[in-house]
């Protein structure tokens, strides 16, 4: 099966680096150690190779502290030299709630009952101030240390990378004012959170239209797929300049990533991990 599309241009500028990334996984093991060991097998291709992971790491799916830990040790999962963690909206909604247990039970109706119960498998965390107390004290310290003080977003070169999306502007000033947001619990027009008009904008991001967004968020597809039909629907570099690697991990065992090498002539690949039943063609 192909895990990758073939090599594509990339319209702007990229670091001379090996970058890796890696969309929604939302505990989905199985997928995700494909994904981390295909990426271990990929030869090195520049002095640095980092692992940039997107968010929502967590819920959903039942693996929530092996992909935690796979993704904050990707120096032995990937091979990489450098891992980059951004929170997702999953991510601070887990925050939200070690800060204040009022919001436990929206947190687990919105697929964080996945976490809670692999932390607690005799559900003996009865209140909300007991599920606050268990989330803070099972989930890794080191992780939830970057949820909180890491960036929203990381730009690399004409890249910009960041869990749902960008403000639908080519005004830098703009731009930096959305992304400059503090951790909301949901607000529509978030770094975390947006969908549309975000989705549909087809007017760039800077003026020459070289700057591209990898984000997650919204999925691409929405149930087990080839992966052909996930690169199709994933790769709107040339139409929108966008690149979305959610490949549906919320409801099935399917995991997006990318591949980017920078230089005098940038490329990409866009890839799909799954470890769930599927056609085997597009």
């Given amino acids: 099966m192909q895990m990758w599309t073939e090599w594509r241009p990339f319209p702007g500028r990229l670091p001379e680096q090996q970058i890796f990334v890696i969309g929604d996984v939302h505990g989905r093991g199985a997928a995700l150690e494909i994904a981390l060991a295909f990426m271990a097998q990929v030869p090195r291709t520049a002095p640095l190779r980092r692992l940039v992971s997107l968010g929502d790491l967590i819920d959903r799916g039942s693996a929530n502290l092996y992909a935690i830990n796979a993704v904050m040790n990707a120096e032995q999962t990937a091979l ?6 951004l929170p997702g909206n999953h991510e601070l909604m887990l925050l939200d709630v070690i800060d ?25 965390a009865k ?37 749902a999306g960008l403000y639908p502007t080519r005004d830098e000033k703009v731009q930096a004012a959305f992304l400059a947001q503090g951790r909301v619990v949901t607000q529509p027009e978030h770094w975390a959170w947006i969908r549309h008009p975000f989705l549909g904008w087809t007017g760039g991001w800077d003026p020459d239209r070289q700057v591209v967004v990898m984000h997650g968020h919204t999925s691409a597809v929405v149930r087990p797929v080839h992966p052909d039909v996930f690169f199709e629907a994933a790769d709107l570099c040339e ?6 690697l959610d490949a549906g991990s919320a409801g099935c065992e399917q995991v997006g990533f990318a591949e980017l090498r920078g230089g005098p002539d940038p490329v990409y690949r866009v890839g799909m991990a799954r470890a769930c039943p599927a056609p085997e063609g597009p």
């Fill in 127 to 163: 209140t909300s101030r007991e599920v606050a107390i268990l989330l803070r004290e099972g989930v890794p310290d080191p992780f939830l240390h970057r949820m909180r003080t890491g960036p929203s977003h990381l730009r690399l070169g004409d890249l910009i990378l960041v869990h």
């Fill in 100 to 124: 204040d247990p009022s919001w436990a039970n929206s947190y687990a109706n919105v697929g964080g009952m996945a976490l809670i119960d692999e932390l607690d498998p005799k559900g003996l």
């Fill in 80 to 85: 990489v030299d450098r891992v980059d963690l």
């Fill in 239 to 244: 139409t929108k300049r966008r690149i979305c």
